[in-house]
């Protein structure tokens, strides 16, 4: 007789993962340190150029201007988890290998690069996130992008391997830490995938449902780079919580993560 697995349900699921969250809801109070965003690079204006990047992001609000390039690009960039990161880390040489190239794949954190400094490039802050997961087993964590929306006043999360971005029952869009405390705290917010129907956002959460369960078990701890320019910087800030233990020096504090970049 096979047996079935303890966890029956999605519902089982999150329960477990909330329950982690909430175990680790508070973060050390650490180090205050001020991220950096470098809006001058030289290769802005070759990136912006070869794929027309202003027309693409258009006029409106920065969360609006980055949606729209997400949506461009992300259906255009096959996602492969397994991708060893054989190419520079920037968007110019990662377009050139992996745009409309279906067998030159890419994982989530080089796709968050591309988006990370198209944004850059037109003057939008933003920065790459590692949501890091509870066990010490588990190998896969993801990368995801957060901009500054000066009409919100606050740090927007998109997603742009799932090309979705996260919403409250209001429809206000979140961070990352908005998520992971709603996670917690078992809240309402569920993941919209763009040009998804809003109209009903129960319906949209059960049919996200593994975005949703497969996002909230990455929310344990978080990774930060100093600087957020062309290319990775090789020096990370960790925003990690109080109950776990780690050796890592260079710790963050929320009050950092959620200021404004200026």
Same mark, same amino acid.
């Given at each position: 007789?096979?047996?079935?697995?303890?966890?029956?349900?999605?519902?089982?699921?999150?329960?477990?993962?909330?329950?982690?969250?909430?175990?680790?809801?508070?973060?050390?109070?650490?180090?205050?340190?001020?991220?950096?965003?470098?809006?001058?690079?030289?290769?802005?204006?070759?990136?912006?150029?070869?794929?027309?990047?202003?027309?693409?992001?258009?006029?409106?609000?920065?969360?609006?201007?980055?949606?729209?390039?997400?949506?461009?690009?992300?259906?255009?960039?096959?996602?492969?988890?397994?991708?060893?990161?054989?190419?520079?880390?920037?968007?110019?040489?990662?377009?050139?290998?992996?745009?409309?190239?279906?067998?030159?794949?890419?994982?989530?954190?080089? &796709?968050?690069?591309?988006?990370?400094?198209?944004?850059?490039?037109?003057?939008?802050?933003?920065?790459?996130?590692?949501?890091?997961?509870?066990?010490?087993?588990?190998?896969?964590?993801?990368?995801?992008?957060?901009?500054?929306?000066?009409?919100?006043?606050?740090?927007?999360?998109?997603?742009?391997?799932?090309?979705?971005?996260?919403?409250?029952?209001? &429809?206000?869009?979140?961070?990352?830490?908005?998520?992971?405390?709603?996670?917690?705290?078992?809240?309402?917010?569920?993941?919209?995938?763009?040009?998804?129907?809003?109209?009903?956002?129960?319906?949209?959460?059960?049919?996200?449902?593994?975005?949703?369960?497969?996002?909230?078990?990455?929310?344990?701890?978080?990774?930060?780079?100093?600087?957020?320019?062309?290319?990775?910087? &090789?020096?990370?800030?960790?925003?990690?919580?109080?109950?776990?233990?780690?050796?890592?020096?260079?710790?963050?504090?929320?009050?950092?993560?959620?200021?404004?970049?200026?």
């Amino acid at each position: 007789m096979k047996q079935k697995s303890y966890l029956q349900s999605v519902d089982e699921i999150y329960i477990m993962e909330a329950g982690i969250l909430k175990n680790n809801f508070e973060f050390r109070d650490a180090t205050d340190y001020k991220l950096t965003y470098n809006f001058l690079h030289e290769n802005y204006e070759t990136l912006k150029n070869k794929y027309d990047i202003e027309k693409t992001a258009g006029c409106g609000t920065e969360f609006e201007r980055a949606l729209r390039l997400m949506n461009e690009y992300s259906p255009r960039l096959t996602h492969k988890s397994d991708y060893d990161n054989h190419m520079p880390i920037n968007a110019l040489d990662l377009l050139e290998y992996s745009l409309d190239i279906k067998n030159q794949g890419i994982n989530c954190k080089n &796709k968050a690069q591309i988006l990370n400094e198209m944004c850059l490039s037109i003057g939008i802050y933003s920065r790459k996130v590692w949501m890091m997961p509870y066990s010490q087993y588990d190998r896969d964590c993801h990368v995801v992008n957060e901009i500054w929306d000066a009409s919100l006043n606050k740090w927007v999360m998109l997603d742009i391997t799932n090309n979705t971005y996260w919403v409250d029952k209001n &429809k206000t869009p979140l961070s990352v830490l908005e998520i992971r405390e709603k996670a917690a705290l078992r809240e309402f917010c569920t993941p919209i995938e763009v040009g998804d129907n809003t109209k009903d956002l129960q319906k949209l959460k059960n049919k996200n449902i593994d975005n949703f369960l497969y996002i909230v078990k990455n929310m344990v701890y978080m990774e930060y780079c100093t600087e957020y320019t062309v290319g990775e910087s &090789k020096t990370y800030y960790l925003l990690f919580p109080q109950n776990m233990p780690t050796e890592y020096e260079l710790l963050i504090s929320k009050r950092s993560i959620e200021s404004p970049p200026v």
